[in-house]
């Protein structure tokens, strides 16, 4: 699970097919499939928990931030809420 405390993430699937999982702070949930054959862009707003799974043998995103990596501004878990990310 990847959380981004100030940064939006514009993402797209490259390659292949991949689900995205979502948990806002409320701990609502919303689900979406990107397919590289739609070329459709993902915005996710800073403060939203997300993970993604391939859903074919190879898939490839691209996740566009707003700002160079740091290591402060992101969190990383394997649990939330109930979702545990091996």
Request: proline share 2%; net charge positive; glycine share 2%.
């Amino acid at each position: 699970w990847n959380f981004h405390k100030k940064n939006q993430c514009l993402i797209i699937c490259i390659l292949g097919e991949v689900k995205f999982h979502f948990i806002d702070t409320k701990l609502k949930e919303r689900k979406i499939i990107l397919k590289s054959s739609t070329s459709k862009i993902l915005q996710v707003p800073p403060q939203i928990w997300f993970s993604f799974k391939s859903l074919k043998k190879k898939s490839i995103i691209a996740n566009l931030i707003e700002e160079s990596h740091n290591d402060n501004e992101v969190q990383k878990k394997n649990k939330i809420k109930n979702y545990l990310i091996k």
